[in-house]
């Protein structure tokens, strides 16, 4: 991360899973980063999306080791309950499509509403977060997964507002929607096929696209490859 500070710091929320975990090794192979804070379900102190207390109290405990400088957002569930992405109408179920909003979207922008005072200020900063290209109202060709879609739709227009406050703060911070692309993970694996790529090779790729964005005072939805995605 060649545009971040020297001895920046790192956040990564969602930690435990294959893209996180990814994301925590790339960052402590970076010798200009100073530290990196690893947060999940299991760690100290723990993090639970669906529950704002939790949230709250997680980024309290976590100001003594701020200002960071970029914070990483890899949490998200592709389903819920043993129930896999639904095909067609018929198999929608109301409770199955609140959940996956609250995980997918609802918890995220809670991550923000806690965790943005402790980004540094004047300084270059970066907010990410895994998105999909599932949840590209213009992008949508095939139809289906109704949930999924919904929830991300819903995150990344989350995402768009929250940036365009943030830079009236952080006019310098960049907020990014990512397509992680097709990753090998507990999450994909009934979904992919052999052509997947490996977490640490998406993440790498993911990190080089952040370094090169500029600030623009929006959220910016782009894929591993640095493309542009149309929301």
């Not at 994301?23 to 200009?32: E, G, I, K, N, T």
């Not at 609802?106 to 999909?132: D, E, Y």
């Not at 997947?196 to 090779?201: C, F, N, S, T, V």
Request: net charge positive.
């Amino acid at each position: 991360m060649n545009h971040l500070p020297q001895g920046y710091r790192a956040l990564v929320i969602g930690a435990s899973g294959a893209l996180g975990a990814a994301f925590v090794r790339q960052l402590q192979s970076d010798a200009r980063c100073a530290q990196v804070v690893a947060v999940s379900r299991q760690s100290q102190p723990g993090l639970n999306l669906l529950r704002e207390d939790m949230i709250a109290s997680c980024a309290q405990a976590l100001a003594a080791q701020a200002p960071f400088h970029l914070v990483v957002d890899a949490t998200g569930a592709l389903s819920m309950n043993a129930r896999g992405p639904e095909k067609r109408l018929d198999e929608l179920d109301g409770a199955q499509l609140l959940d996956l909003l609250h995980l997918n979207s609802v918890g995220p922008v809670l991550l923000l509403k806690h965790f943005t005072p402790l980004l540094a200020t004047g300084q270059r900063v970066i907010w990410a977060k895994l998105s999909a290209r599932v949840g590209s109202i213009e992008d949508n060709r095939k139809g289906g997964w109704y949930s999924y879609r919904a929830a991300k739709a819903a995150l990344n227009m989350l995402l768009q507002t929250a940036a365009i406050e943030m830079a009236r703060r952080r006019p310098l911070g960049v907020v990014a929607a990512l397509q992680p692309g097709t990753v090998r993970s507990a999450l994909s694996q009934p979904f992919v096929g052999d052509d997947a790529m490996e977490p640490d090779e998406s993440a790498k790729r993911l990190l080089a696209v952040l370094d090169g964005l500029q600030p623009t005072g929006r959220a910016q939805f782009v894929d591993h490859l640095g493309r542009s995605i149309p929301w």
